[in-house]
T-cell receptor, first 113, second 111 residues
Framework: GQQLNQSPQSMFIQEGEDVSMNCTSSSIFNTWLWYKQDPGEGPVLLIALYKAGELTSNGRLTAQFGITRKDSFLNISASIPSDVGIYFC?????????????FGKGTKLSVKP | NAGVTQTPKFQVLKTGQSMTLQCAQDMNHEYMSWYRQDPGMGLRLIHY???????DQGEVPNGYNVSRSTTEDFPLRLLSAAPSQTSVYFC??????????FGNGTRLTVT
């Protein structure tokens, strides 16, 4: 079945540094989503990508939909302490309902002030 | 709008006990779903519903039942809890054109 491989699993960075994480798949996705989960809360959508090659920004966050449609990356520039959390990539499960998502295992980000 | 509301926030069960995790949304979304989140495993789909009266299985449905008698509510039932069901459970909804909205989760421990 479809799987998303997300890396790195965790990152420990200094405040002000840039962060990069990515997600790959052996199968093609037509949509890539990036969610953030704060401690004790549910995931919240950060960026949605709908076209191969698309580069989209949301404040200090930038995400790209890979040209092969099998990968995506998320960059965070000039990290701040509130960036702490778990970041998930996700894509539609084409074997089920259009609402069903497959998630990567997450990248846990820690930021040292 | 409250969005997606899950109750309870925390629950401890003994093996073999039953309970229902509640989920309600006030956005008139047709699609609702339940995920479980385990350390290092990401979120995995348990059951989902594309509208009132319609439910289907996700990736990890065993040990769980669902029903959808109204658009607003989508309860998840554990008939006989097992330690392997210790997890954080998230309910989510959308209208098919929007991203999933998640609740804040129910943290379940089965001893």
């Amino acid at each position: 079945g479809q799987q998303l491989n997300q890396s790195p699993q965790s990152m420990f960075i200094q405040e002000g540094e840039d962060v990069s994480m990515n997600c790959t798949s052996s199968s093609i996705f037509n949509t890539w989503l990036w969610y953030k989960q704060d401690p004790g809360e549910g995931p919240v959508l950060l960026i949605a990508l709908y076209k191969a090659g698309e580069l989209t920004s949301n404040g200090r966050l930038t995400a790209q939909f890979g040209i092969t449609r099998k990968d995506s990356f998320l960059n965070i520039s000039a990290s701040i302490p509130s960036d702490v959390g778990i970041y998930f990539c996700a894509g539609p499960d084409y074997g089920g309902s259009q609402g069903n998502l497959i998630f990567g295992k997450g990248t846990k980000l820690s930021v040292k002030p | 709008n409250a969005g997606v509301t899950q109750t309870p926030k925390f629950q401890v069960l003994k093996t073999g006990q039953s309970m229902t995790l509640q989920c309600a949304q006030d956005m008139n979304h047709e699609y609702m779903s339940w995920y479980r989140q385990d350390p290092g495993m990401g979120l995995r789909l348990i059951h989902y519903s594309v509208g009132a009266g319609i439910t289907d299985q996700g990736e990890v449905p065993n040990g769980y039942n669902v029903s959808r008698s109204t658009t607003e509510d989508f309860p998840l039932r554990l008939l006989s809890a097992a330690p392997s069901q210790t997890s954080v459970y998230f309910c989510a909804s959308n209208d098919g054109n929007s991203p999933l909205h998640f609740g804040n989760g129910t943290r379940l421990t089965v001893t």
